[in-house]
């Protein structure tokens, strides 16, 4: 069995001229010359030391989890798991059929959002972009935008006084509305024909942050989620959350239940501490070592512990893996449901796997980067970045007559900090 792990390996010795170099023209004088070896030799130990552990917890989670691979029996029932999986009969791994999706019009939203605090206020920019693609044979035939090409970023105050975390949170929920006014804008268009809204992220399910004037936000939010799932299932429209980085692990919770139920009857599998591994890895990389390239996971159903009432008796997240290039971690896709849907399992299994189909032929054109490419379109569109994002401060304080309402943070302004030598 081949192992990715040893197809790269971490150098026992590293190159160490450039640190040296670095060490040596911050440290011109001969005085501090010792030193400054003794701090490269010091950060050397530290680099190696790391690299060393890093690399072995690599090898030991991927030859541990090549077992649960060889395990992939026919089904995980639901009595091997405290996680309800809705759908019985499930593979830990599955392939997905690959599909033509010629002739589809895929749609895609993704927002962008920057802050900047000042001594009085934070100034929170947001925007989102919708794109419609519809899909040739083996190429694009059609683009479009919506609200516009290049969208206008919306400007928000930030007056009340509240944490760095926060408002930052709250930046987050203002760009996440824009997302969901976006999507609907460009579902009620006339004549505009959707198969698939896919939506980069996840999306929340009644989390309220800590201060009560953050409510209106959320649910404003809520509402907007609602209607959009509601606008979805009248026109027929299938919606597909997909997350770049997720920072889940309840996927290696079901396998470690998985595990257990088989110890049961063959205790020798502890012997290579699968159970460990599965109690120290997040979901997403897990997920790499289990899957091969053009596989999806099982599907299961989460919600947040501070989902509302409302929102647990409405609706449910799913999500499952999909891994659609071998040098790349899976992408996860939610997808919701309401408890009526969910009686017709067989079907959502099979949207499942044209969402599978779809995403996977639209994340193939890097062998080292799989993401969907409307979603890389409409996040190009929908970014903030730095610099356009100054442009429009600097614009609003030099129209402000109060200097002290618009002192930057302190931390941003001092005037002793050190700089390097040239």
Known sequence: MTFVCERYPVPLRQDLSLIYDQINIESRANENLADSKYNVQSLVNQIQKIANEISSLGREREQSLAIIRLLNTPIIESKHVGLPLEFPNQKIASSFPMGAINGLTIAAVDGGSARKSFSGFDLVGSRASGIVMTLGASRVRDVSYYPQKHPVVNIQILRSPMTFVESTELASRYREIEELRTALGLLGQRNRHVDILLMDGTFDQGTFLSRSRTIPETSLYLRFLEKLKTVAREKGIMIGWVVKDS?????????????????????????????????????????????????????????????????????????????????????????????????ESEVILEEVNKLSTTISSLSRYNGHYSFPSPLVEADGRARITDAEFSIIVDSIVRRISCRSEVLPLRRERSPFRLRKSR
Do not use: C
């Open 247 to 343: 920072r889940l692990s309840i996927f290696s919770k079901v396998l470690l239940a998985y595990v257990h139920q088989i110890a049961s009857k063959n205790p020798k599998i502890y012997q290579y501490n699968i159970v460990g591994v599965l109690e120290g890895i997040l979901d997403q990389l897990m997920m790499h070592y289990i899957l091969s390239e053009g596989e999806r996971s099982f599907v299961i159903s989460h919600m947040s512990e501070t989902a509302t009432e409302l929102a647990q008796s409405q609706s449910r997240r799913y999500s499952f893996y999909l891994k659609t290039v071998s040098d790349d971690l899976p992408m996860r896709v939610d997808f919701q449901k309401s408890p009526r849907e969910l009686e």
